[in-house]
């Protein structure tokens, strides 16, 4: 039976937060094809599908690109790479997924949180700097959402200081900064997630390491091998941190598609961002003259829960990033921070609410999500008025 259209005010189908089943199907026929010859090549690991989309996403980078198990083995291996170990300290931010400071404490570092900025949730350097000591070797910032940070700014700071940069940019691949400058350009490293659900997805989990430094990407390409130099021969210890063939394949024909992808997340969040300014929630502050990708389009609402259950009950998904800020994890409770201790971390996890957000979504779809955010708060002033 054809679907049948949600008529203008009758009970429209439920907006997902996210989903991936339209973009398959508009790409089935080359993703099965190209996972298909890496079956028939039987280059199950390393070969032909991994060099070609390791060349391809380092000229749409523009650096060198090795291919990862996932994104969080991306910082793993970056930090390794870089020597960070125990007694190092690494500067990151308390709002953001818990991949980036895991990385730092699985290579025995400590994580030194630094609180955001709330309206773009993100790292300033003013910030960092200021948490900077003699035992801070690195910094490790997260371009939030897909904005993002002001790499110029940090790069002077780590310049100062003799710190390196590792970017997490596990969701902002084709975003540039307010100086054009994409990721990779003013760092050691820039570590990429290819979750299925990140602006470039594979088949499963996927990640990659870019680095301008032709040295250290072939330390990347050595560690992600065991830290082998030569067959059989390790100059030091990596882990098994390689991208399957197949992985390659599928994000070698989604790259393809990812400029086009990302401009049309930036025309849904103009929409959000122009439709709701005026309203109770505040949407994303995108910081001037830069690219954001809106990996995710998240608002501040003050009455965030009510204002999910009311979405939730019009078939609108939605969703908290990040429920818990990183400080206030049971496992960094050894690094002895408390409530309070990042004040805007903490009000961001409150009050974030992610919007549906993905290539896919319809302006039918955006349209309605508008308005029934709008209505809620119309709703509202009814309410305290009566
Ligand atoms: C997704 C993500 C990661 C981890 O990537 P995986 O591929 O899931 O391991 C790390 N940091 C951030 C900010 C992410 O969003």
Redesign the pocket.
């Known amino acids: 039976m054809p679907h049948t259209p949600a008529g203008p005010t009758g009970s429209a189908s439920p907006i997902p937060l996210f989903e991936l089943a339209s973009q398959h199907q508009a790409l089935r026929w080359e993703i099965e094809n190209a996972v298909r010859q890496v079956l028939e090549s039987t280059e199950y690991i390393g070969g032909t599908a991994v060099k070609r989309f390791e060349e391809h996403l380092g000229r749409y980078c523009q650096a060198y690109a090795v291919a990862v198990?996932?994104?969080?083995?991306?910082?793993l291996a970056a930090l390794m790479a870089l020597r960070i170990g125990p007694g190092d300290k690494v500067i990151t931010t308390p709002f953001?997924?818990?991949?980036?400071a895991g990385?730092i404490t699985r290579v025995g570092a400590r994580p030194v949180f630094v609180d955001i900025n709330p309206a773009t949730f993100l790292l300033e350097a003013g910030a960092v700097s200021a948490a900077v000591d003699s035992t801070t070797r690195a910094v490790l910032p997260?371009?939030?959402f897909g904005q993002m940070c002001d790499m110029r700014s940090l790069a002077q700071i780590a310049s100062r200081h003799s710190l390196a940069i590792v970017e997490?940019?596990?969701?902002c691949i084709g975003a540039h900064d307010n100086q054009g400058q994409g990721i990779a350009q003013l760092s050691r490293a820039a570590?990429?997630?290819?979750?299925p659900?990140?602006n470039l997805g594979a088949a499963g989990?996927?990640?990659a390491l870019l680095t301008r430094d032709a040295a250290l990407a072939d330390i990347f390409r050595q560690i992600r091998q065991h830290g082998e130099t030569s067959r059989y021969h390790h100059a030091f210890v990596g882990g098994n941190f390689r991208l399957d063939a197949i992985q390659c394949a599928v994000l070698d024909v989604k790259l393809k598609h990812l400029s086009i992808w990302n401009q049309r997340r930036r025309a849904i969040a103009a929409y959000y961002t122009q439709r709701l300014r005026g309203s109770d929630v505040l949407p994303p502050r995108e910081i001037s003259g830069t690219f954001h990708v809106y990996?995710q389009y998240v608002i501040r609402a003050p009455q965030r829960d009510r204002l999910r259950e009311h979405l939730r009950q019009k078939g609108i998904g939605t969703a908290i990033y990040y429920p818990r800020p990183l400080h206030l994890q049971e496992c960094f409770s050894n690094l002895g921070y408390k409530q309070g201790a990042f004040p805007n971390a903490e009000q961001v996890c409150r009050e974030a609410l992610a919007l549906p957000m993905f290539p896919e979504l319809t302006d039918a779809q955006m349209e309605r999500v508008a308005e029934e955010i709008l209505a809620f708060h119309g709703g509202k002033k009814i309410a305290a008025s009566g």
Not at 168 to 171: I, K, M, P, V, Y
Request: glycine share 10%.
């Open positions: 198990s996932s994104g969080t083995d991306a910082i953001t997924f818990f991949a980036t990385g997260v371009h939030l997490d940019a596990a969701q570590c990429l997630s290819f979750y659900t990140k989990d996927a990640g990996h």
